[in-house]
């Protein structure tokens, strides 16, 4: 799955913040209720606009922006 197509930043939504296509959703509230437990099923009913695929690809991008971050040890 390629995320790019799922995802978009625009400066004329949310200020350029990722958001799922089409939506006013935001990837970072997605990826914050999944790690306070949300499930994805529970999303799904939340926003129905979302699809599987939209969650997965919040994932994906997650882990894509992870690559490159450099964390130095204090």
Same mark, same amino acid.
């Given at each position: 799955?390629?995320w790019?197509?799922?995802?978009? !930043?625009? %400066?004329?939504? *949310?200020? @350029?913040? %990722? ?6 959703i %935001?990837?970072?509230?997605? *990826?914050?209720?999944?790690?306070? @437990?949300?499930? &994805?099923?529970?999303?799904? /009913? ?9 969650? /997965? ?7 894509? !922006?992870? &690559?490159?971050?450099?964390? *130095?040890?204090?």
């Open positions: 799955m390629n790019k197509q799922y995802i978009i !930043s625009d %400066p004329e939504i *949310l200020f @350029g913040k %990722p958001v799922i296509k089409n939506t006013r %935001p990837i970072d509230l997605l *990826l914050e209720k999944l790690a306070a @437990g949300v499930t &994805k099923n529970e999303l799904l /009913q939340a926003y129905p606009r979302l699809t599987p695929d939209d969650i /997965q690809a919040c994932l994906l991008f997650a882990a894509e !922006s992870a &690559k490159h971050e450099k964390v *130095l040890a204090i």
